[in-house]
DNA sequence: TTGTAAGCGTTATCAT
DNA sequence: ATGATAACGCTTACAA
């Protein structure tokens, strides 16, 4: 396309602004607050922006009002499922207040989250929100000196960089495992992901510990478990667990998919469930509930975290709200046949 | 913090030049292409960029050079996995390259994408990424004007805006019918989603049909249904097509978790497969491999879709490339015990 | 209600 | 190898 001064390119708002006859600053006005100007010039301008094909170069508006509508995001991983309800959360709430979603993906290395948000600083984000709640000093100092709101949310930190929006990893893993004991359970085995690289396992043994004591039970080493993520995972350690010193009469998984990977291997051995053992995830993945027998777990509020991490930080933002912020958001536990 | 001029805020490039003792220009080289600025003067700017903990303002810079490092991208759902490994694979390999990731859900709706697009265009991405083939005039007439390239990725479209990456989704649809009759089943159902408004299931229902045809079966109607996604849907769909006119003996599931709501409704029933009815599905889920039996499936290439759009895509704004191009990425068939 | 002028923080361009 | 100057396209601040 060609401009009527013939030169090329996209249209300019002095392009608009020559067509209606009127400021560029007349243009700004009728597009960011149309109640400031007159209704002709409102109706001359949107229609020379129509005539034009006018697009607002937001990067131009951002760098001269020093204001951005960009959030940035970090993850661990796209592609875990579990991430995925609590940015669609994120995106839902930043949509309805116009502002755009950056993600990025830190392949569970801080050194990579850093670059993340380095580069987020870099394009001015308006805020920030981490997935994880461990970072490198470097990211933390950039983030302080940058002076840009950010929400964690994979656990309840005590010592947060600004606000937190996630349930108690801790807590939701002790009543849980109370919850066993209850029910009359007495050696509950425990499988969560490698303590020593994730706070949010870190926190869920934590849990199950006091839970055991609270209950009275004896913790045996030999019925607490590290396995990586992943339905074969899963089998191995329910496998492990049963073949080991100590047999468990349940056992708890509290790991991405390993509860539904134990629950098919006792499926495909015809183990009985909870007959020969007893089994408790801790992620309301659909499947669990379909599966045979369906097993019980842990309602967590992935979507709600989006979303409340969205709404928080657009508080900060818009000078609504300061300050630091720790939103503690409810788990439930779904009882199921497994248990 | 307070700059050394008694200003606060964020630091300048001006604030390095002055204490590196060079000018702007300078700064700018050190950092974008070292090799043109003397060792002595790089070490200099890279003292003072430590110095005053300076964070490039990449709006200023993008607004100046009219480029810009971000890539937009458009998928119908965030949190439909499906989507999100071929998320992943557009992160990992802009990651790589230096490029960040805007991304936007325009929840199944036309006007929703073009809003997106719209806020896009706004922050002068380098190119997009679209998941859906069909797009609202205006949206198409927008991508047109601003000269941005695009991939779509959704199916093989015969009239792409640009660049498309993608398998054919009446090829695989067609390979798997075939597939059900060549091992002796008569009577193949086919379950989808909604063709009207998904080009995907429109493309999947055509490859059954010439696959029907091709293999000199009768085309049965109470044989198709279309349904929502969801596991519960294809769990009902199992039963009205089994409670029908028509009995089938397979039945295949194109779209969604449908296959795997089906194959826990046989377990819970009790009801034998293949032996009742053999069941294959659409798309590689971890978990179809693990139920009992396993089921028979497609193996899509959805990593490698996000992959290669983005490479094809930086291929373009960096020059190496132009044109239309398409790619058409291959599928594989896992055949296992459920048929 | 509208306009003028001066930046926002970079990079392109042309000198030296 | 380095610097001076003028954009880039918009908004702020002030004026009329």
């Known amino acids: 396309m060609t401009r009527e001064d013939g030169k090329s390119g996209a249209a300019r708002m002095r392009d608009v602004a020559r067509m209606a006859q009127v400021s560029t600053m007349t243009v700004s006005r009728a597009l960011t607050d149309p109640a400031k100007v007159s209704p ?25 009002s020093s204001r951005s509508r960009i959030i940035g995001l970090v993850v661990p991983s796209i592609e875990n499922s579990l991430f995925a309800s609590t940015v669609q959360g ?12 950056m993600i990025a993906d830190s392949g569970y290395s801080m050194e990579a989250e850093e670059a993340a948000i380095r580069a987020f600083l870099e394009q001015r984000v308006a805020g920030l929100i981490l997935h994880d709640t461990t970072h490198t ?5 950039m983030i302080r000196r940058s002076g840009v709101p950010v929400v964690e949310n994979g656990t309840l930190v005590p010592d947060p960089l600004d606000m937190v ?24 085995g425990f ?32 019925l607490m ?11 191995e ?12 009469d349940a056992i708890f998984f509290a790991g991405d998919v390993l509860a539904m990977g134990a629950s098919l291997e006792c499926a495909r051995r015809g183990w ?50 300061s300050g630091p912020l720790a939103v503690d958001l409810r788990f439930e536990i779904i009882h199921r046949a497994s248990t």
Chains 1, 2 share one sequence.
């Not at 379909?290 to 930080?313: F, M, N, Q, Y």
């Open 137 to 141: 000093p470097a990211a933390v100092e």
């Open 237 to 248: 350690a329910l496998l492990r667990l049963m073949e080991g010193p100590v047999v468990p």
């Open 191 to 222: 499988v969560s992901l490698h303590a020593a690289t994730n706070a949010r396992s870190r926190d869920r043994q934590l849990g199950y510990r006091a839970a055991l004591e609270e209950a009275g039970l004896p913790f045996e080493p030999a």
């Open 165 to 188: 929006v996630s349930y108690s990893n801790q807590d939701a893993s002790r009543a849980m495992t109370l919850h066993l004991a209850r029910l009359g359970y007495r050696r509950i």
């Open 40 to 64: 002709d010039v409102r109706a001359r301008v949107a229609e020379a922006v129509r005539a034009v094909g006018y697009v607002p170069n937001k990067l131009a508006g951002s760098l001269s």
């Open 90 to 101: 994120i995106s839902d709430v930043l949509r309805r207040h116009d502002h755009q979603l």
């Open 272 to 321: 009985p469930v909870p007959g020969k053992v007893a089994i408790a995830a801790f992620d309301n993945f659909d499947l669990l509930g379909h599966l045979v027998p369906p097993v019980t777990t842990l309602k967590l509020p992935r979507l709600e975290i989006g979303r409340r991490s969205a709404e928080v930080l657009l508080d900060r933002i818009q000078g609504r709200a």
């Open 225 to 235: 478990l590290e396995m990586p993520g992943g339905l074969a995972s899963g089998a």
